[in-house]
């Protein structure tokens, strides 16, 4: 009993901890928010992960949802004295796609990439005043894709997803200014 004990007390000796690693916040906070001449603005999250393969965007250490209700946040504000905007985030995943790797001698040889991941967000604007009988609706979607190597390591792999979100965050931003811009003018 005792070499039972002292060996499972060896082996729990020997199990490293999982480091978490600590990534900064996606912000927009140093852009001018966009102002929109209601009184309100509601937060839809239709998009619901399906927390199973291939999606991946629950295992990302910023998830592209969590960035996306932080550029509602940051970027648009409430500045009339009536109205109403809803904004819905449709669609925040990240598919993982298996790439196909070099075979034989060459693939011995060859750090092929190994995954693609494919981020697409999108989300929608529609604002209202029925004081005004205006109604008006902007929507917006930014995809990008990046993918790592055979031999990548966790850390590196977070990174990689990091640095996915920020840059897929900061083309959606420039594409929603655009359309709220275009489409939403009388708010």
């Known amino acids: 009993r005792t070499a039972a004990l002292m060996l499972c007390l060896a082996v729990t000796a020997c199990e490293t901890p999982v480091e978490q690693r600590a990534f900064s916040e996606i912000t927009f906070g140093h852009l001018t928010p966009i102002s929109l001449d209601v009184a309100v603005i509601d937060i839809v999250v239709a998009y619901q992960p399906s927390l199973k393969a291939p999606n991946v965007d629950h295992e990302f250490p910023v998830a592209p949802a969590t960035a996306a209700e932080r550029w509602i946040g940051d970027r648009l504000l409430?500045?009339?004295?009536?109205?109403?905007?809803?904004?819905?985030?449709?669609?925040?995943?990240?598919?993982?796609?298996?790439?196909?790797k070099s075979l034989g001698l060459?693939?011995?040889?060859?750090?092929?990439?190994?995954?693609?991941?494919?981020?697409?967000?999108?989300?929608?604007?529609?604002?209202?005043?029925f004081g005004r009988q205006l109604t008006a609706r902007a929507e917006a979607e930014a995809?990008?894709?990046?993918?790592?190597?055979?031999?990548?390591?966790?850390?590196?792999?977070?990174?990689?997803?990091?640095?996915?979100?920020?840059?897929?965050?900061?083309?959606?931003?420039s594409a929603m200014e655009e359309q709220i811009r275009t489409h939403l003018v009388a708010f």
């Open 143 to 173: 995809k990008r894709s990046r993918s790592v190597g055979e031999s990548v390591t966790l850390a590196e792999r977070e990174n990689t997803w990091f640095g996915l979100t920020e840059a897929l965050m900061a083309d959606f931003d």
């Open 78 to 100: 409430a500045s009339g004295a009536s109205g109403r905007a809803v904004v819905t985030i449709v669609e925040a995943s990240v598919i993982e796609v298996t790439l196909e």
């Open 106 to 129: 060459k693939g011995l040889f060859t750090n092929d990439q190994s995954e693609r991941y494919d981020a697409t967000v999108r989300l929608t604007i529609e604002a209202t005043d």
